[in-house]
């Protein structure tokens, strides 16, 4: 091993010690805490005279189990079949988040707050007929609130109107239970409690057939939340405050080398100089904002630094493996300018672009309207789809 470190050169050394580094990390991954954990809510039903007026006005007060019988005329405690007396509208769905029992709290270590919502239907005729008719648009108000103690008001955060597709299908038990969809997506958790309230207007069908209207063919309405783990949050962050400065450290090294030479750059030497640029920017812990502020943008500016990344290795490793692949005469005559892989960057920059707008179509507008699904309906979805058919015929092209 000695005769073998002795005569390596700094490019075998430098690539032991990146292969040592990196399998130490996988097994910090594997045995490390789960990156994500997910919970289950099912919604109470509250009667209510304004429900509507409440989600719309946002200065009404927003219901929970606490104030439902001060503001309504129902029971929660009350049967489903007590309620099927009163038409959707009247009907505020509500839940908490955490749940009120757990006496949890929601942490800024969360990093990020993603809701699903999961609608069941107990009628099988039902669920067959809003397939047959193509009656599988739902739409919904919704609200939420928040606050940072177990029993305070709580605060208006957002609200909006709603539409999503119904896709149902009987399970074992015979309740048709709805695939799930998204519902809303916050990209930073900076309060420790979350309402929300949800009106189902109607039913699809409900306003057309009697047997349909009301709660009749509703089983249940489960909203499903996904957040990272704290312990996974404080490694991956402490990992990255750790490698940061390190990476920084080498970036300068390698700017002050290149920088003291006589002959101008070449052009894998320019393209290795901003894959480090990208790679320190990338590994910067900007992440710790999310523990003192509301940072809803940090989703957004979390994957736009990552694209960053793999374009510039995308276009390092091309440049790197085109201009080793050049025959000497060719060398000779070769100017190293970017211009001569415009066929590979066209196809690396065409992507960027590709996922950049779908980025922007997706969790940009989740900043300002975190209730907006790229996936919610059929007209989006095929948006979304063919821009990656797009792409994958224009890289097949060339």
């Not at 509301?294 to 995308?314: K, M």
Request: charged share 15%; with cysteine.
């Amino acid at each position: 091993l000695s005769a073998v470190m002795a005569n390596s050169s700094a490019l075998v050394l430098m690539t032991l010690f990146v292969a040592t580094t990196a399998i130490v990390f996988f097994i910090i991954g594997a045995l490390g805490p789960t990156s994500t954990a997910v919970t289950s809510h099912e919604m109470a039903m509250c009667v209510l005279p304004d429900p509507l007026d409440r989600i719309r006005e946002g200065s009404l007060d927003l219901i929970d189990e606490d104030n439902c019988n001060a503001f309504g005329s129902g029971d929660v405690s009350r049967s489903k079949q007590h309620l099927q007396a009163y038409p959707m509208k009247n009907i505020m769905f509500y839940t908490q988040i955490p749940s009120k029992l757990s006496r949890h709290v929601m942490s800024r270590w969360f990093q990020f707050l993603i809701t699903d919502l999961g609608m069941q239907f107990s009628s099988g005729e039902y669920a067959e007929k809003v397939t047959k008719f193509n009656a599988n648009k739902l739409r919904f108000e919704i609200a939420m609130g928040y606050r940072d103690d177990h029993s305070g008001p709580w605060h208006h955060l957002t609200q909006g109107n709603v539409s999503r597709t119904l896709s149902c299908r009987p399970n074992t038990w015979g309740i048709y239970s709805c695939d799930h969809f998204p519902l809303f997506e916050l990209g930073s958790c900076h309060y420790k409690h979350y309402l929300v309230n949800i009106v189902f207007p109607s039913l699809p069908l409900g306003d057309i057939v009697d047997d349909f209207r009301g709660l009749a063919p509703l089983s249940g309405v489960i909203i499903y939340e996904v957040h990272q783990t704290v312990g996974f949050t404080k490694l991956w962050l402490t990992i990255k405050a750790a490698l940061f400065p390190v990476v920084l450290i080498m970036l300068c090294w390698l700017m002050n080398r290149l920088s003291s030479q006589t002959k101008p750059l070449a052009l894998t030497e320019k393209s290795l100089v901003v894959m480090g640029i990208s790679l320190t920017v990338y590994n910067a812990p900007v992440e710790l904002l999310s523990l003192y502020i509301d940072a809803p943008w940090l989703l957004v500016l979390n994957d736009f630094r990552q694209g960053v990344l793999v374009a510039s290795l995308f276009s390092f490793w091309i440049i790197l493996v085109g201009e080793h692949k050049r025959a000497p005469q060719e060398e000779k005559d070769h100017t190293g300018h970017i211009g001569n892989y415009w066929k590979e960057m066209g196809v690396v920059s065409l992507s960027c672009i590709f996922f950049f707008v779908y980025e922007f179509c997706e969790r940009g507008i989740q900043v300002a309207f975190p209730f907006y699904s790229l996936w919610g309906s059929a007209g989006s979805r095929t948006i979304a789809v063919s821009y990656f058919l797009a792409e994958f015929c224009y890289y097949i092209m060339q």
